[in-house]
């Protein structure tokens, strides 16, 4: 007989929501797989759940009728001796636009959509209809007065009219979860909930689809969800239901049966619910079956209820039904479970205490509806149903001629197909000899024993190890932890017996002897040796799915229509099964050594007749697709949704490459852009728009400031892709493992980190490699700065100036998996601040306000005025973040502020001060909020001093154990220098303070122990006598500053000191000598320099601002200086690397020497580019005298990846 499908819902343990059809035999992943759910409610038409973020969302199902809801208001007017029907009523009248009874103000623009996932099909139109026969033109019915009969005739005496104005809505959020979006009163709005239950469909006919939502949040408060219906599929708002203590959990029936539990582990049942009042009028109490332990689950069908203990215990009321709701007494059921569920017709399912399996109780019919056994559910995943293919082809092969065969007489064999009995077997000693954890094995129906066994069982749990490996990239990382736990234990694990040997009925403990012939129906050899292999197989990888939870709400089992939950298929023919009987294990052995020499010499016969061929296939190809955004490059420029695919292609020789299109409409016509990922120099995360977006930069694009970027609708979706991104570009590179000693480190202005592995050609030479073609690859974490040197020692400060060392792992943040190492990656934290301003300007009449003038900037801006910024407006600089603070005043800005808070000067934008003057007329303040951020990386904490500044010498001949000089300056402006930093020991022991006579901001150490340092007033200084034996040194050397110019930062490589003002010029000292270590002048060499890194080899490397691309400019552009020689220290020429949107780089590390050529000579230097010239035109590397200047007209194109 034909059975009609119904679905059975579940939640796995990582919050995955499947489905199992009554008619199927394999769980079916959830179409909106993005969220996490901890518990689902289901019926026949829709399904509700708490999502991990403690929020309801509803999944209703499409049909072929829509689900349509129609708004009507009436417009009303009143007859005017002057004018006829008009607009102006009598004050006494009911409102011009109104509902059908006219005490309810509605205007055609107060209607709004209920939430954001009902959309308007049309437009408001008149209904020209009144009781199914058509009106006039135009729709109106007349009547004598307000309120009265109305009619479509207009007679003499009609002093009014009106007609109504209709519009629907549809709702469009089918077959995907759905947020309930809550419109109550905030002072009313319920905490996060964390258990939902539907049902009541039952109670009353109307309206349609009537539902009763009942909902328990954190704080054990009841809500229930008015007007759930099936126009209404949301509900409109939360009503609270009062209840006699904290509940835990709550139970609904389909018809008029509520429990709930609460946490002192007492039930109680709501009475009074009826189609007159569906939320039920008081609560009475039951008491736990069980004095020690109290109720934990409860779960009510149609008249009865189940409940587990909190010592797992299963329980069943008796006497439940609509005049008694709270039964009579409790009758303990045989098993432990986690969670029982009743649905439809009374069916119960329950998930297992041990293994988590779920469990279909079977014989429940209106007699009996406590049932009579457990029964596990042993189906699949879809997602593992390409693992069933290969399990056939192996027995089909021949696998399945095991050495289980002896002992056969002694096994114990149930098929699904034997129900002739009621009871299940329970008690056999049970010994497989190699068996996975409980899972991989705990769907196995038959068992066997001898050390033979456990040899056969240990072999084929290897296949599903190797067969797995074309999927690997598309693993999740609970999967691969699940996949190698499986095979961790070859010893015999007792809890790896038949899953129903612990749960049973209790009258049925009898250890039952059996012979073969007691299953004539059954006798083949595949009950034993084919389920076994098919279990191991199907769950060799993943083992078997671990639940949460269940519900069967929504799922009818038709009593009389067989399931297919209990079997596993084994795919084999009852001819091939039975023929196994026949075969003894050493016609085995023979026969596997004929069919592989056999098999061998026809191969290559084979393969000599084409040898003379090329070879046709090189490569197997693994393909990962998805949609995305595409922010489009030309006018107009916009978010495109577009296709994405990524291709990967493994040569013979295993070389893996990789290619990404992406497909998009132009003019209704498909088009496509692709990029070689061996190509790709970067791949970032940036901020734009508020989306989850990253960019793509290749050499061409680097030197063009010009990336690709893409963007995703979820966070994590955008992880997945940049972690998938960069892990292909690796391996199309050959980079893996940790960074190397001498690699290049950088922070983008995100506070992402990147690593970049230097090539001896970067600094080789008269034409070194240009830096636009160097690759950069992300390492976990989120830093402020960082600074390395050539032992692989590495510290970085944070935002909340906290600070942090390198572990010497790689990968962590959205990196995981075998990207990234399994040690050394640690929790980190940072705390930044995001800042707003507050601009007012003086009035004669009211004197500050924040009324301004029409030219001025917005009164709640960013620093530069040309963003409005308000508390309200303003969010945190990326999802990531969260706020960890409220809006308030910060008086620590530059320039001073009075008390207050308030900054003044005479005209926005101007120099600003802290105290007023009688020509001030604009004013500001900042208003500053913490948020903080939370990932992992392969960084551990250095407490307990914060610091603003740090340097470490970039080269040094000492030994091992010998320490590192290491200075560092407080976030309070103290000079310190850290002790105990070694190589083994990279986080050194302690500090040192080095006294100064006021507070320094920039500090640097060179290869041979020169220190440098910045004061806050812009001033440099020397320190001198420092030394190993001496790493304090003796006193501190004033060095006078570049003419009116206060620094900010310095740099010491190996002889050279560059220094940085607060204006964005970069300075050279000359005349350094070992004699003379102050030098003696200072030297320009370029301007609109952000940060300067100073390598042990001398060669210069910085983040420069306003560099010129094809298309626009670019702030935070890593730049390296060519041309750098001893006879030319400041060097020649700019070469354009990664950009923009960088904030620091660290090229200390660096210290591989290259074959130095001859100098170029100076008249064959290119000529200059004049300003109009983009650095496309100059090639691989543009040589010029020139600083790094553009014109000051020119404005930052919107399309560049900035700061």
């Known amino acids: 007989?034909?059975?009609?499908?119904?679905?059975?819902?579940?939640?796995?343990?990582?919050?995955?929501?499947?489905?199992?059809?009554?008619?199927?035999?394999?769980?079916?992943?959830?179409?909106?797989?993005?969220?996490?759910?901890?518990?689902?409610?289901?019926?026949?038409?829709?399904?509700?759940?708490?999502?991990?973020?403690?929020?309801?969302?509803?999944?209703?199902?499409?049909?072929?009728?829509?689900?349509?809801?129609?708004?009507?208001?009436?417009?009303?007017?009143r007859w005017n001796p002057v004018g006829g029907f008009c607009e102006k009523l009598m004050p006494s009248d009911r409102w011009q636009w109104s509902d059908v009874s006219g005490l309810k103000h509605q205007q055609l623009?107060?209607?709004?959509?209920?939430?954001?996932?009902?959309?308007?099909?049309?437009?408001?139109?008149?209904?020209?209809?009144?009781?199914?026969?058509?009106?006039?033109?135009?729709?109106?019915?007349?009547?004598?007065?307000?309120?009265?009969?109305?009619?479509?005739?207009?007679?003499?005496?009609?002093?009014?009219?009106?007609?109504?104005?209709?519009?629907?809505?549809?709702?469009?959020?089918?077959?995907?979860?759905a947020k309930i979006v809550?419109?109550?009163?905030?002072?009313?709005?319920?905490?996060?909930?964390?258990?939902?239950?539907?049902?009541?469909?039952?109670?009353?006919?109307?309206?349609?689809?009537?539902?009763?939502?009942?909902?328990?949040?954190?704080?054990?408060?009841?809500?229930?969800?008015?007007?759930?219906?099936?126009?209404?599929?949301?509900?409109?708002?939360?009503?609270?239901?009062?209840?006699?203590?904290?509940?835990?959990?709550?139970?609904?029936?389909?018809?008029?049966?509520?429990?709930?539990?609460?946490?002192?582990?007492?039930?109680?049942?709501?009475?009074?619910?009826?189609?007159?009042?569906?939320?039920?009028?008081?609560?009475?109490?039951?008491?736990?079956?069980?004095?020690?332990?109290?109720?934990?689950?409860?779960?009510?069908?149609?008249?009865?209820?189940?409940?587990?203990?909190?010592?797992?215990?299963?329980?069943?009321?008796?006497?439940?039904?609509?005049?008694?709701p709270c039964g009579t007494s409790w009758i303990e059921m045989v098993g432990e479970m986690m969670m029982v569920n009743v649905g439809l017709n009374n069916q119960v399912w329950g998930i297992g205490c041990d293994d988590r399996t779920i469990y279909f109780r079977q014989g429940v019919t209106p007699s009996e509806l406590s049932g009579k056994m457990w029964k596990a559910i042993v189906c699949a995943r879809e997602s593992d149903r390409s693992q069933t293919g290969s399990s056939t082809s192996l027995l089909s092969a021949g696998c399945f001629f095991t050495d289980d065969i002896q002992n056969q007489t002694n096994a114990i064999i149930q098929g699904d197909a034997d129900t002739s009995s009621d009871t299940e077997l329970s008690g056999i000693p049970t010994h497989l000899g190699s068996t996975p954890p409980t899972g991989a094995a705990a769907s196995s129906s038959a068992s066997s024993t001898g050390s033979q066994a456990a040899g056969a069982s240990a072999s084929m749990s290897a296949d599903p190890l190797d067969s797995d490996h074309g999927e690997a990239p598309a693993a999740s990382a609970s999967n691969e932890k699940a996949h190698l736990e499986s095979h961790k234990s070859t010893t015999p694990n007792p809890s790896a017996e038949l899953q129903w040997t612990n749960i049973d009925l209790k009258e049925a403990h009898r250890h039952a002897v059996l012979s073969i012939g007691t299953f004539a129906e059954t006798s083949s050899l595949s009950s034993l040796g084919m389920f076994s292999v098919g279990a191991e197989e199907q769950y060799g990888a993943d083992e078997h799915p671990l639940w949460a939870w269940v519900s069967g709400g929504g799922c009818l089992v038709d009593l009389h229509s067989p399931l297919k939950w209990f079997a596993v298929p084994s795919g084999l023919s009852s001819s091939v099964q039975s023929l196994s009987l026949s075969?003894?294990?050493?016609q085995t052995a023979a026969w596997r050594k004929q069919i592989f020499q056999q098999l061998s010499e026809r191969t290559k016969r084979e393969l000599e007749n084409f040898r003379h061929y090329e070879q046709a296939v090189e490569q197997s190809v693994w393909v990962k697709t998805g949609m995305l955004q595409w922010w489009r490059n030309w006018k107009p420029h916009k978010w495109m949704d577009v296709r994405v695919a990524l291709e990967q292609f493994t040569g013979s020789d295993g070389m893996r490459d990789s290619i990404l299109f992406i497909y998009y409409m132009y003019h209704e016509e498909k088009k496509y852009i692709h990029v070689f990922l061996n190509e790709v120099t970067i791949i970032a995360e940036v901020l734009k728009e508020a989306k989850h977006s990253f960019a793509l930069y290749t050499p061409e694009r680097t030197k063009q400031r010009w990336p690709i970027c893409l963007a995703a609708t979820t966070e994590q979706e955008m992880h997945d892709w940049l972690s998938l991104l960069t892990v292909s570009c690796c391996e199309s590179r050959r980079i893996q493992g940790p960074p190397s000693h001498h690699a290049i480190w950088s922070v983008s202005c995100k506070g992402d980190i990147f690593v970049s592995e230097p090539s001896p050609e970067l600094e080789a030479g008269p034409h070194p490699m240009p830096c636009d073609e160097m690759f950069w690859r992300q390492v976990g974490g989120h830093l402020r700065l960082i600074e390395c040197n050539n032992r692989g020692i590495v510290w970085g400060i944070g935002y909340d100036h906290t600070v942090w060392v390198y572990t010497g792992g790689y990968g962590g943040g959205f990196i995981q998996g075998l990207a990234s190492s399994a040690d050394n990656i640690y929790t980190q934290s940072d705390v930044k601040c995001v800042y707003i301003y507050e601009n007012q300007r003086w009035n004669p009449v009211t004197g500050y306000s924040s009324r301004g003038l029409p030219t001025d900037r917005y009164m709640w801006s960013d620093a530069s005025g040309l963003q409005e910024c308000t508390k309200a407006n303003t969010k945190p600089p990326s999802p990531q973040w969260s706020w960890v603070s409220d809006w308030y005043i910060d008086f620590s800005i530059s320039g001073g502020t009075d008390r207050e808070g308030w900054q003044y000067a005479a005209d926005f934008p101007a120099s600003y001060h802290g105290h007023k003057t009688m020509k001030d007329f604009v004013r500001r303040r900042r208003w500053a909020r913490k948020c903080k951020i939370v990932t992992n990386g392969p960084w551990l904490e250095v407490p307990p001093v914060t610091l603003w500044d740090i340097s470490i010498i970039p080269s040094s001949d000492a030994d091992d154990e010998e320490s590192v000089a290491l200075w560092a300056i407080s976030d309070k402006g103290d000079v310190l220098c850290r002790l105990g930093v070694t190589q083994q020991n990279p986080a050194g022991t302690s500090w040192l303070h080095v006294g100064t006579d006021q507070p320094f901001v920039s500090i640097s150490v060179g290869a041979f122990f020169q220190v440098w340092a910045v004061a806050r007033d812009g001033s440099a200084f020397y320190r001198g006598s420092v030394s190993p034996k001496k790493p304090a040194g003796d006193c501190w050397y004033h060095i006078p500053s570049p003419q009116k110019q206060k620094l900010k930062q310095v740099s010491v490589g190996r002889t050279s000191v560059f220094v940085l003002d607060k204006n964005g010029n970069l300075w050279f000292r000359q005349g350094i000598t070992p004699s003379y270590p102050q030098g003696s002048t200072w030297d320009h060499v370029s301007n609109n320099i952000r940060k300067v890194s100073v390598g042990p080899l001398d060669q210069v490397w910085v983040v420069a601002d306003k560099v010129q691309g094809s298309h626009s400019l670019s702030c935070g552009t890593v730049c390296h200086r060519t041309g750098v020689q001893p006879m030319e220290p400041k060097g020649l020429a700019w070469d354009y690397g990664i950009g923009g949107g960088w904030e620091h780089i660290s090229v200390r590390g660096n210290a591989t020497e290259a074959p130095r050529g001859t100098a170029p000579d100076e008249g064959e230097a290119p000529p200059v580019p004049t300003e109009s010239e983009g650095s496309g035109s100059q090639?691989?590397?543009?040589?010029?005298?020139?600083?790094?200047?553009?014109?000051?007209?020119q404005e930052l194109d919107r399309n560049a990846v900035n700061c």
């Open 583 to 586: 075969i003894t294990p050493a």
């Open 109 to 177: 623009d107060s209607f709004t959509l209920p939430s954001p996932h009902w959309e308007w099909e049309s437009d408001w139109y008149v209904d020209e209809n009144i009781g199914g026969e058509p009106t006039e033109k135009g729709g109106w019915t007349y009547a004598i007065d307000f309120p009265s009969t109305y009619t479509k005739d207009k007679k003499w005496n009609s002093c009014v009219r009106r007609r109504r104005w209709i519009r629907y809505r549809r709702y469009k959020s089918r077959d995907v979860w």
């Open 1 to 77: 007989m034909a059975m009609s499908s119904s679905l059975l819902w579940a939640v796995d343990i990582f919050g995955r929501v499947y489905t199992l059809s009554t008619v199927g035999q394999y769980w079916e992943l959830c179409k909106d797989t993005q969220l996490e759910f901890k518990r689902v409610s289901a019926v026949k038409q829709c399904c509700w759940g708490i999502a991990c973020d403690h929020q309801v969302y509803t999944y209703v199902f499409s049909g072929d009728v829509p689900i349509r809801y129609q708004e009507e208001t009436y417009e009303n007017q």
């Open 182 to 324: 809550s419109h109550d009163d905030p002072d009313r709005l319920p905490d996060p909930f964390n258990d939902i239950s539907i049902g009541g469909w039952e109670i009353t006919d109307e309206p349609l689809g009537r539902l009763s939502v009942w909902a328990v949040s954190l704080q054990g408060r009841v809500w229930y969800r008015e007007n759930v219906c099936h126009h209404n599929p949301e509900g409109s708002t939360w009503s609270l239901i009062t209840t006699p203590g904290e509940v835990a959990q709550i139970s609904c029936g389909p018809y008029d049966l509520l429990w709930a539990t609460l946490w002192e582990g007492q039930a109680i049942v709501r009475e009074g619910i009826d189609r007159n009042n569906p939320q039920g009028i008081s609560w009475s109490t039951v008491e736990s079956p069980s004095s020690e332990n109290g109720i934990m689950h409860v779960s009510v069908g149609v008249d009865v209820v189940w409940c587990v203990t909190k010592d797992r215990k299963v329980w069943f009321r008796r006497g439940v039904n609509s005049h008694n």
């Open 1179 to 1193: 090639g691989k590397m543009e040589r010029c005298r020139a600083p790094l200047m553009v014109s000051e007209r």
